[in-house]
């Protein structure tokens, strides 16, 4: 077997896995991944339109659209004025800040768990290698 066919054999073997135990942990807090993905983007960028955010997560605007409701539903995001009126930028509320820090603890231990074994040198390899794999499947 050519070890690129062992990568990616492996990179799926790591991926259900991967998203059914943080799905598990974001459940004790009401969320699941895509609202945990559209949370770790506002918090770590301050606000995006919907496009941005479907382009980030690599899915359909009304994919999006659907989870935005539901985040603003909860009354964690909310819109924010823009320069261009077509635009519709939405951010973090202050209590979407505050539910992103209290997760944000269940998320570092769950994270620091599973990279058990794994330097941090190799952490910044694999975070490298995984960007330029994106950037060439998206290109």
């Given at each position: 077997?050519k ?14 896995p ?15 991944r ?106």
């Open positions: 077997m070890t690129s066919q062992k990568f990616f054999h492996q990179l799926l073997m790591l991926y259900r991967f998203e059914n135990k943080l799905n598990f942990h974001l459940a004790e807090h009401q969320l699941h895509a609202q945990w993905s559209i949370f770790y983007y506002l918090f770590n960028n301050g606000s995006a339109t919907l496009v941005e955010l479907s382009h980030y997560l690599y899915v359909e605007k009304p994919t999006v659209t659907r989870t935005m409701n539901r985040l603003e539903e909860l009354g964690y995001v909310e819109h924010v004025p823009s320069n261009d009126k077509r635009e519709k930028r939405t951010q973090l509320t202050e209590l979407g800040r505050k539910v992103y820090a209290e997760v944000r603890v269940t998320i570092d231990q769950f994270e620091t768990d599973i990279l058990k074994g794994v330097s941090e040198r190799e952490q910044l390899e694999a975070i490298r290698i995984m960007s330029e794999i994106r950037n060439n499947i998206i290109k």
